[in-house]
């Protein structure tokens, strides 16, 4: 995966923030999605598009984890969020 691409959010999701996880609805769909902390802080940091190395960096500074480790639990998880259209890959 390209660590100079940028990330954004889809326009198509609504989210709020219930006992701890992130829960999403496509607001042209009606289907729902929940996301744990990790997933939450990976959403969160995409209030604005950035490239998939700063959202590495800034969860590598939150959770005090090593970058490989990192990246092999990032990579799936956008992957699958860019498959179900959650976030756009640019």
């Known amino acids: 995966?390209?660590?100079?691409?940028?990330?954004?959010?889809?326009?198509?999701?609504?989210?709020n923030e219930v006992d701890g996880e992130l829960v999403m609805m496509n607001i042209e769909t009606g289907s729902y999605a929940s996301l744990n902390e990790t997933g939450k802080s990976i959403w969160l940091q995409l209030e604005t598009a950035k490239t998939l190395d700063s959202v590495i960096e800034g969860l590598i500074a939150?959770?005090?984890?090593?970058?490989?480790?990192?990246?092999?639990?990032?990579?799936?998880?956008?992957?699958k969020m860019?498959?179900?259209e959650i976030l756009i890959l640019a």
């Open 82 to 84: 860019v498959k179900d």
């Open 1 to 15: 995966m390209d660590l100079n691409k940028k990330i954004s959010r889809s326009d198509n999701y609504v989210f």
């Open 62 to 79: 939150e959770y005090e984890i090593d970058r490989a480790t990192c990246e092999q639990e990032v990579f799936p998880f956008v992957e």
